[in-house]
């Protein structure tokens, strides 16, 4: 089945600075690539996602990459606000099928200021 | 639409008792999943449900969890005996058909933070 690795497991930035957090995946018919941002005691929740037809994706001050020759990809959060500290998971699954989302360890992100 | 409801919010027990946790999807959602999460593993995939039928259930980890989903709009994840390493907090997400084209995004309910003493 599907693994997904994550790092780093935690990542301290200053305010302002821009955060990347890379993952890989094992399966090479994985397709889809999702990254949840969990606050303190909330929910999961989508912040961006990513298919295999796009090498990368932007929404304001996220952007996701997607290298699926080496099977990996990134979230970059650049200018960095205390509201962006939380944990971030990435996750892959297959679309199309009756599969689900295998999620990565999640990394803890805290922006100082 | 309310999102994906979950009940209890907390849920504090004794080793030994049964507990049933409920979820109710989002509206029109085909699938529906249940996770644990703990800080040593992180959020697990427990059961996964496609128009009320148990896809995966390989994440179960044992014979004391066992999930329904009687209608589309109801599920429920029991515990039975429960025990004081079950304690976490347990999610329940929908997502809408999958196919060529359509959003896979899975939406998380509130979750149930679990307590076994």
């Known amino acids: 089945g599907e693994n997904v690795e994550q790092h780093p497991s935690t990542l301290s930035v200053q305010e302002g600075d821009s955060a990347v957090i890379k993952c890989t995946y094992s399966d090479s018919a994985s397709n889809y690539f999702p990254w949840y941002k969990q606050e303190l005691g909330k929910r999961p929740q989508l912040i961006i996602d990513?298919?295999?037809?796009?090498g990368e994706k932007k929404d304001q001050r996220i952007a996701v990459t997607l290298n699926k020759t080496a099977k990996h990809f990134s979230l970059h959060i650049t200018e960095t606000q205390p509201e962006d500290s939380a944990v971030y998971f990435c996750a892959a699954s297959i679309t199309g099928t009756a599969s689900k989302l295998t999620f990565g360890t999640g990394t803890r992100l805290q922006v100082t200021l | 639409d309310a999102g994906v409801i979950q009940s209890p919010r907390h849920e504090v027990t004794e080793m030994g008792q049964e507990v049933t946790l409920r979820c109710k999807p989002i509206s029109g959602h085909d699938y529906l999943f249940w996770y644990r999460q703990t800080m040593m593993r992180g959020l697990e995939l427990l059961i996964y449900f496609n128009n009320n039928v148990p896809i995966d259930d390989s994440g179960m980890p044992e014979d004391r969890f066992s999930a329904k989903m009687p209608n589309a709009s109801f599920s429920t994840l029991k515990i039975q005996p429960s025990e004081p390493r079950d304690s976490a907090v347990y999610f329940c997400?929908?997502?809408?058909?999958?196919?060529?084209?359509?959003?896979?995004?899975?939406?998380f309910g509130p979750g149930t933070r679990l307590t076994v003493l």
């Open positions: 990513i298919r295999s037809n796009v």
């Open positions: 997400a929908s997502s809408p058909h999958r196919g060529h084209g359509v959003r896979d995004t899975q939406y």
